[in-house]
């Protein structure tokens, strides 16, 4: 996206409507944060109104828990279960139908997509990464999934930038946040002190500007700059969680043999909540099925996860029949194979696989012991070991 | 930056195929010579390089990766040979001449066959994995003059689940290239070897610096050949295996097929060893 800096703007409170207004003018379907049955979820929105005032979670590992804020906060939490994922790459999608003929053949035609252009408004910086991470997966040059291509393609971003985190975020060390420099279309700081609450606002493309120049805007003064520096900073100071990233490819190609598996095997449920939560979890399943007249087919995709046995069958079993093999693959893919798919880290340091495990499990803290085990490892033969990869 | 929506591809769509012919190889395993269902240009539809696979429809039953086992040099139209073990595989098999069926790819790496010329090359199938080693055979046997010794290296389970019998006697007889099949276990009317396809590398001579091989078969089978082979100097890039794992789109997107770093659908599924040797090692990767 080209970044038409313009000077950063400030939208007062009570003008923010304006931002929905402009979207719901452009034909948009606005999606964002909104409280439902005790937990902010993602979910179309009609307005200011819905966002989640005066609301904040409480997350550690296993734990979530929506509280009041003692302000009005409309952006006052981090992430919920929820990822803008599902909007960009539905978790049950028919991909084609296909009509048996006379001629005893079949003809086929690609399902065409009903859903509307999005504009996701509250974008957390981890989780822009997250859509850049699945734009790889499925807009590679050689290999473009037509649907979450068309989508992608018209959705709007607005970023919310952190002026908080949570317990379980470590975008910091996986250098995804809490401040996001450009890739979205509007970025938003929300400003909330004794005598304002206000958001700077900055426009990362041409439709952004189009956008934010039907918004009621003042230009930003130093002080409003000054203060959204501040959020950032307090949300750096917040950092729950820290992930030592260095050579941590090497590190996890290394360690398929590390006795750290067993210990997983023992907690993990591989009930693969971590997988369904993930921003940038991809797998599928597809299903072919035929109505009862056996004369109308149609394929379906199904977002799959690698916890499952059946995910890796072949004729005699699963490849990946043990727990700790396929919580391998997932860590494994996540840290250091990614790399090697997709030029980019897996993880984006969203912390929801630590809120969402129903054990608790924390990959920051499953990385660190495997690092102190391979280290000690490596002490007692008396020598650092090189470990093959495929990077070459 | 918007593209028209017809120009998006559709990796996911199958093309209709019409199967020309059928025949039965061994009990429960049937070869399908198809051709596209449309008209247009068929010999660009059908082209393919030995090694690579496709992913075939059964109408409403499911889709399935099954290797090319036909000559490369027969243009347009291309021939499978699958083994009924499930739902899509006995499907496929019971499709009847003139059924359509819908097909994509070909998919995947290919059985470097323009790398190794000039070379010796030893061809090593287990079992249903001569189908998808087929098609090399036939180009090296249909340029023989660009590659020095040939070898075929065959192991099936009994005798009577030797694929391509005939074929196999027709070229042995023909002298261009070296025919050797075993068996795990046979009657007394088995004339043939009774071993593992391994034991026919103890007393071979072969010269590691021009040798080639191609191995496709169960994993086992494939350790075991590509160890006995670097036992006997065979450098680990000269030695060349094809993998097998769930597929379910065959374009880097269904993340089915993951081989540590590696999509087997087009990152594989033929490998040369080095690349993979260190996870071969490891299991349930
Ligand atoms: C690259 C490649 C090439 C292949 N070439 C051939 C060939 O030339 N001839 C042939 O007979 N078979 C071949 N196979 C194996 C063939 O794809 C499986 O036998 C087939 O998928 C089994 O599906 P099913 O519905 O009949 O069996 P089921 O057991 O009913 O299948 C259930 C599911 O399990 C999975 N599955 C089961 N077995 C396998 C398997 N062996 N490999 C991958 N996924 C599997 C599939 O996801 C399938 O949808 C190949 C596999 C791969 C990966
Ligand atoms: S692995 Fe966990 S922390 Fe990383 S992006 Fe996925 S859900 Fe977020
Ligand atoms: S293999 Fe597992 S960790 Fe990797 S993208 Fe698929 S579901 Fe997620
Ligand atoms: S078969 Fe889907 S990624 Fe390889």
């Known amino acids: ?63 979530y828990r929506l509280m009041r804020r003692a302000d009005a906060a409309l952006f006052g939490f981090n992430n919920g279960q929820h990822a803008w994922k599902p909007y960009l790459f539905p978790p049950k999608a028919k991909l084609w139908e296909a009509e048996k003929t006379p001629d005893g053949g079949f003809s086929m035609r690609e399902t065409p997509d009903a859903a509307k252009a999005f504009a996701f408004i509250g974008v957390r910086p981890c989780d822009l990464h997250a859509i850049q991470v699945q734009d790889a997966v499925f807009m590679a040059e050689q290999n473009t999934d037509p649907l979450y291509a068309r989508r992608r393609r018209k959705a709007f ?73 501040a959020c950032t900073k307090r949300a750096v100071d917040q950092m729950g969680r820290t992930l030592d990233t260095t050579g941590v490819k090497d590190l996890l190609y290394g360690s398929y043999e590390s006795r750290r598996w067993a210990d997983l095997e023992r907690r993990c449920l591989a009930c693969g909540n971590c997988t369904m939560v993930c921003p940038t979890c991809f797998c599928t399943t597809v299903e072919d099925v035929t109505d009862l007249s056996g004369t109308h087919a149609e394929r379906w995709r199904h977002w799959e996860s690698c916890y499952t046995t059946d995910f890796s069958y072949i004729h005699g079993g699963s490849v990946r029949p043990t727990i700790r093999s396929r919580y391998r693959q997932w ?38 012991l495997i690092r102190d085990s391979e280290r000690k490892k490596d002490a007692a033969d008396g020598h650092v070991q090189e470990h093959p990869h495929a990077s070459d | ?44 539809a059908c082209a393919f390089a030995p090694g690579q696979f496709y992913m075939i429809y059964v109408f409403g039953q499911g889709e399935v990766p099954i290797s090319i086992s036909g000559d490369p040099a027969r243009t347009g139209e291309l ?34 066959v323009d790398e190794i010329e000039g070379r010796d090359v030893i061809v090593m199938g287990g079992g249903l994995g001569l189908a998808p080693l087929r098609p090399a055979v036939y180009h090296l046997l249909n340029h023989r003059d660009r590659y020095g010794d040939l070898t075929l290296l065959y192991g099936a389970r009994q005798p009577r689940t030797i694929l391509y019998t005939d074929q196999l006697a027709g070229w042995s007889a023909n002298d261009s290239i070296d025919i050797n099949v075993t068996v795990d276990n046979a009657g007394r009317d088995w004339t043939g070897k009774v071993g593992v396809v391994t034991d026919f590398l103890n007393w071979r001579r072969l010269d590691p610096d021009r040798t080639s091989a191609l191995i496709c078969g169960p994993e086992i ?46 990152d594989g599924p033929v490998f040369s060893f080095d690349r993979v040797q260190h996870l071969f090692r490891i299991r349930e990767v």
Not at chain 1, 339 to 364: A, E, K, M, N
Not at chain 2, 10 to 35: A, D, K, N, Q
């Open chain 1, 157 to 229: 971003t607005v970023v919310i930038q952190c002026g908080q985190a949570a317990k379980t975020c470590f975008c910091t060390s996986m250098d995804t946040g809490p401040r996001a420099d450009g890739g979205f279309d509007l970025a938003l700081t929300e400003i909330l002190d004794a005598d304002r609450h206000s958001f700077v606002v900055e426009a990362g493309s041409a439709a952004g500007a189009s956008v934010l120049a039907e918004i009621p805007h003042s230009e930003a003064r130093p002080d409003d700059l000054a203060a959204a520096e």
């Open chain 1, 1 to 63: 996206m080209t970044a038409t800096t313009n000077k950063a703007g400030v939208i007062s409170r009570d003008s923010l409507e304006g931002l929905f207004d402009a979207l719901i003018a452009r034909d948009y379907v606005p999606v964002g944060p909104t409280v439902r049955e005790g937990v902010i979820v993602l979910d179309e929105l009609r307005g200011v109104d819905d966002l989640p005032e005066g609301w904040t979670e409480d997350q550690d590992a296993a734990t």
């Open chain 2, 221 to 266: 089978m494939m350790r075991f050949s590509a160890y006995a082979l670097l036992d006997r100097g065979v450098a680990a890039e000269n030695i060349h295996i094809s993998m097998e794992r769930n597929m379910k789109c065959g374009v880097r997107m269904c993340g089915r097929c993951q081989y540590g770093p590696f999509f087997v659908c087009d």
């Open chain 1, 331 to 368: 860590l494994v893919h996540k840290l250091a194979t990614w790399q090697d798919q997709f030029g980019t880290s897996g993880c984006v340091g969203c912390g929801r696989c630590i809120t969402w495990c129903p054990v608790g499990i924390d990959l920051t803290e499953e990385v660190r």
């Open chain 2, 79 to 112: 021939t499978f040979t699958v083994m009924a073990v499930g739902t899509v595989t006995d499907a496929l098999c019971a499709v009847q001449p003139g059924g359509i069926i819908g097909l994509r790819g070909p998919f995947g790496s290919v059985w470097p």
């Open chain 2, 1 to 44: 930056m918007a593209q028209p929506a017809e120009q998006l591809p559709r990796p996911m769509l199958p093309t209709p195929f019409r199967v020309l012919e059928t025949w039965e190889e061994i009990p429960g395993c049937m070869s399908l010579r198809v051709e596209p269902a449309g008209t247009g240009d068929a010999a660009g």
